[in-house]
Nanobody, 115 residues
């Protein structure tokens, strides 16, 4: 069983920064990809950023230029550096790891951006 544990969420003012961490219980290079999703109240969960096993990354248009996904293979950790935060970034942020036949989710961490 794979466990993903997110941390780093909190309350921040608009324009501020946060760094989220997702620690996996297994070697993250065994996953095809790892990603960050978010879900705001009353909205569907949406993909924020992805890092593929080869190191390539992709971002939602709404966060391009503000968020950066990265990983530390030695620590089995994926990060989401968030800058220039906006109130509309407020959501629960989830980490996801995928293999060909299964996906794993973390429990989520709350990010609240005040105006």
């Amino acid at each position: 069983q794979v466990q993903l544990v997110e941390s780093g969420g909190g309350l921040v003012q608009a324009g501020g920064s946060l760094r989220l961490s997702c620690v996996a219980s297994r070697n993250i290079l065994t996953f095809n990809a790892m990603a960050w999703y978010r879900q705001a109240p009353g909205k569907q969960r949406e993909l924020v950023a992805t890092i593929i096993s080869d190191g390539s990354t992709n971002y939602a248009d709404s966060v391009k230029g503000r968020f950066t996904i990265s990983r530390d293979n030695a620590k089995n950790t994926v990060y989401l550096q968030m800058s220039s935060l906006k109130p509309e970034d407020t959501a629960v942020y989830y980490c996801r790891a995928t293999r060909p036949l299964y996906a794993y989710w973390g429990q989520g961490t709350q990010v609240t951006v005040s105006a």
